[in-house]
């Protein structure tokens, strides 16, 4: 019996050191924004190159497969149901030309 609850007693300390740990405040000293923004100034230029050449490309390859996929599914259903669903690949295609345009304007916003 004694056994269990000091077990019992262990794993409750545990769970409350665990609890605790994340939870204390940082106090930072200085210019703490200031740094962000040198960061920033610093890794601008290669966070800009990388989503420009892998980002935007990958979520314009996969809005891509999707509109097809669904203009395609749309299609067969037309042919089963006799009416066209426009909805989903006008709101795909939106999207694309959203995506493929971004690189020129987004940059200027941020």
């Known amino acids: 019996m004694r056994k269990k609850s000091v077990r019992t007693l262990c794993a409750l300390m545990a769970a409350v050191a ?4 994340p939870a204390l405040t940082a106090l ?6 200031g ?12 966070i800009k190159t990388v989503v420009n050449h892998v980002v935007f490309p990958v979520v314009d390859m996969i809005l891509a ?11 067969f259903d037309y042919r089963k149901h006799g009416q ?11 999207c694309l030309i959203f995506t ?3 690189p020129l304007y987004i940059w200027s916003i941020l």
Do not use: H, M, N, R
């Open 18 to 21: 665990l609890c605790t740990a």
């Open 28 to 33: 930072a000293s200085g210019d703490v924004a």
């Open 35 to 46: 740094a962000i923004e040198s960061t920033w100034t610093a890794a601008q230029a290669q």
């Open 65 to 75: 497969i999707l509109f097809f996929v669904k203009l395609g599914t749309a299609y």
């Open 84 to 94: 066209f669903e426009f909805t989903a690949p006008c709101i795909l295609f939106a």
């Open 100 to 102: 493929l345009t971004a």
